[in-house]
């Protein structure tokens, strides 16, 4: 009888570990995500972002755009509405863009986007991916969220945008 509770007590356990809340809170902690090089997407990935609604977010936060990411600014903001109740705000998260990998944040090498502190600063190299929006939706997600189980990124779901790797298809298109 008690082998009967454990078994969704686990699966609880387990679904609250992978869609819980980010509890980071230092701005010293950070979520670094990383890039591959893949020879095709599956046949089903998605490459664009979603048309539909946002995907609800536990509480609102605000992003602010600095001026070295003035060029993927479109991006970045295609990959916010990925998220609802996030807002662009002169006071909102820094966001910034590098100019290569990201060295400061930890998480091993070709790092393209990392998120300090679950929304304190954001900083982002959109010339090492190939879908600069979903990079952003990514990186903004680590407000709320951990990374989940995928392997490679997607806009098939919140779990797949917090996958832990970007993955640059061969035959996917760029989002500028």
């Known amino acids: 009888m008690r082998k009967i509770f454990l078994a969704p007590a686990l699966l609880a356990l ?19 995500t990383s890039v591959v090089d893949l020879a095709a997407a599956p046949v089903d990935a998605l490459t664009t972002p979603p048309s539909v609604a946002a995907w609800p977010v536990p509480n609102a936060r605000t992003y602010r755009i600095l001026s070295s990411c003035s060029p993927y600014a479109s991006a970045i ?29 930890g998480g091993g090498s070709r790092v393209v986007g990392c998120n300090w502190g679950a929304g304190q600063r954001i900083a982002l190299y959109m010339g090492g991916v190939n879908d600069d929006a979903l990079l952003a939706a990514h990186e903004f997600g680590h407000d709320w969220y951990g990374h989940s189980s995928y ?4 806009w098939g779901s919140p779990a ?14 760029t989002i500028d």
């Open 14 to 32: 387990v679904l609250a570990v992978l869609v819980a809340p980010n509890s980071q809170g230092s701005l010293g902690e950070a979520h670094a």
């Open 77 to 105: 903001r295609a990959g916010a509405r990925a998220w609802a109740g996030l807002t662009e705000s002169s006071s909102g998260t820094p966001v910034e863009c590098r100019n290569g990998y990201i060295t400061d944040c």
């Open 151 to 154: 392997q490679c990124a997607g």
């Open 160 to 173: 797949e945008v917090m996958a832990p790797s970007i993955c640059n298809y061969s035959n996917a298109t």
